[in-house]
């Protein structure tokens, strides 16, 4: 398997087409490569089709036309090598953390014993060590998207897609995600695919950015993010980082669209 291309999105239109109004078509001739261990995150106005691409990549949604491989294998379904992080947690509230962590071991068939120290390991990794008998509505909103995370690791995917994982979480919250998710990323070697609406949040977190360009999506522009790593919050403050951000956001007044 060539690592260079261990995803490929080649000519991918998506057509939505209801049964009793017009079709819509959300993604046009995407091609996109991942370098196996990539973060790789997407930006694009409301609309664009940014979590349908995502859910092609997952296999939750079937393309219109193109060609989507992952790890070398053509998505026609869901694959045991992608886990998904989704807006919300989705936790289920009458299992504990650990039990939640746990339902794509127990959906796969897995080994429990196994995949039981590992969702331990994971919980720990994300500080939530001590937590893995309580329950969703007793964990703050940040926790619960930690657990979240544990549980599209757990089976050790080799591809994790997150759709705004943090939108829904205060400022400090959201920042103090950003830096987990890059110390979870650096320790598992997972390859991230990101959608995001803020445009800060993709420059600090993304070896590359792909701006798309409103209804039907399409490739704007791939922004290669040059900030060295380990990365702190402040290299946000940095003038590199800001040209990025200036750069990526010039694609959103050229539109005649507003984004974060």
């Known amino acids: 398997m060539d690592e260079d291309r ?9 057509i939505y087409r209801p049964r009793r109004s017009r079709p819509t078509h959300a993604l046009s001739d995407i091609t996109l490569t991942v370098r196996r261990g990539e973060f790789v995150s997407v930006v694009g106005p409301s609309g664009c089709g940014k979590t349908t691409l995502l859910k092609i990549l997952a296999g939750l949604v ?20 992608v ?12 299992r504990t953390i650990l ?6 071991v127990e959906v796969r068939g897995l080994g429990t014993r196994p995949y039981r120290e590992r969702a331990e390991r994971l919980l720990g990794m994300v500080g939530l060590d001590g937590f893995e008998g309580r329950y969703p509505h007793e964990l703050s909103g940040g926790m619960q998207q930690r657990a979240g995370i544990c549980r599209a690791l757990v089976h050790d995917p080799a591809v994790l897609l997150m759709d705004e994982p943090f939108g829904a979480l205060d400022a400090l919250t959201r920042e103090h995600m950003n830096v987990e998710l890059l110390r979870i990323w650096r320790e598992s070697g997972q390859t991230i695919v990101f959608v ?7 420059v600090f977190l993304s070896d590359r950015v792909m701006v798309l360009s409103p209804r039907p999506g399409r ?8 900030l060295e790593r380990p ?6 403050g940095s003038d590199r980082a800001g040209a990025h951000v200036e750069r990526i956001r010039g694609h959103f007044d050229a539109a005649g669209v507003f984004d974060s």
Do not use: C, Y
């Not at 039990?99 to 794509?104: D, E, L, R």
């Open 196 to 202: 995001t609406h803020s445009i800060p949040e993709a």
């Open 6 to 14: 261990w995803i490929e999105v080649d000519g991918l239109h998506k």
């Open 83 to 94: 886990g998904m992080v989704f807006q919300s947690p989705t936790l289920l509230p009458w």
């Open 231 to 236: 990365r702190a919050l402040g290299v946000m």
């Open 219 to 226: 490739v704007a522009e791939i922004v290669g993010i040059e």
């Open 62 to 81: 079937p393309r219109s036309e193109g060609t989507v491989r992952v790890a070398g294998r053509d998505v026609t379904g869901p694959l045991p090598e």
């Open 99 to 104: 039990q939640n962590v746990m339902v794509p």
